[in-house]
């Protein structure tokens, strides 16, 4: 099993949704399911701080929606960390007509899967994983984020 952990430092999040934190732990765990052992520590902040991340590791000055960072091997069997940014996220929310919850609950599952090798760079990796997420989220009540057309956008 793969423990879950949750922070929240930007308040906007509890704010606009009091339970942001058992939304994004019940997504990522559905998300855990499929890999093995370990811990995963989620962070809920705003757009600065994910702007920062993002220039200092992805190589550019500008906020994104989400990033996971994969921890290298280690004792603890920590995979890795999953940051969120709330301007950003509530702004795709708004801008494809879903719900805050909606979306948080994908960018959780998304990040989890990339700590679990997911990824989206080639076609065929893009459907397999997109494909995972639909039925992850499906579990969890949350309509298709594919359905028309949308696809998580990384503003890296």
Known sequence: MIEIEIEIEDG???KAMPDADGLARRAAE???RLGGEGSVAILLTDDEALRRLNARFGGRDAPTNVLAFSAAANFEGHLGDIALAFGVCAR?????GKTLADHLRHLAIHGVLHLLGYDHQAQDQARRMEA???DLLATLGVADPYAEGDHVQHRR
């Open 132 to 134: 995972v997420e639909r």
């Open 30 to 32: 559905a998300a855990a």
């Open 12 to 14: 906007a999040w509890a």
């Open 92 to 96: 795709e929310a708004a801008e494809q």
